[in-house]
């Protein structure tokens, strides 16, 4: 008998960015606040090009087009500063 494990992508469905940390709400209920020190194109961003942003994948990720940034939600929460 075999079994399989269903691999589940954890998926952001809030996002806020300040100057100092990016937090993000997933679906499953947690909250992460992640450096925004981590991400030196956020960082050195103005707040317009920051505020940019848009989903990948129905929220697998983040896209900063005017930034060419992406970063996903797993490599956030396993705490990867270059996702």
Do not use: C, Y
């Not at 960015?17 to 961003?45: C, Q």
């Amino acid at each position: 008998m075999t079994s399989s494990v269903t691999k589940i992508e954890p998926m952001a469905v809030h996002l806020e960015i300040d100057e100092t940390f990016l937090r993000l709400r997933l679906a499953d209920g947690r909250e992460l606040a992640v450096p925004l020190i981590w991400f030196p194109k956020l960082s050195n961003a103005t707040a317009a090009q920051r505020s940019h942003w848009r989903w990948v994948g129905g929220g697998v990720g983040v896209h900063w087009p005017d930034l060419d940034e992406d970063l996903s939600v797993r490599g956030m929460l396993l705490g990867n500063a270059t996702t």
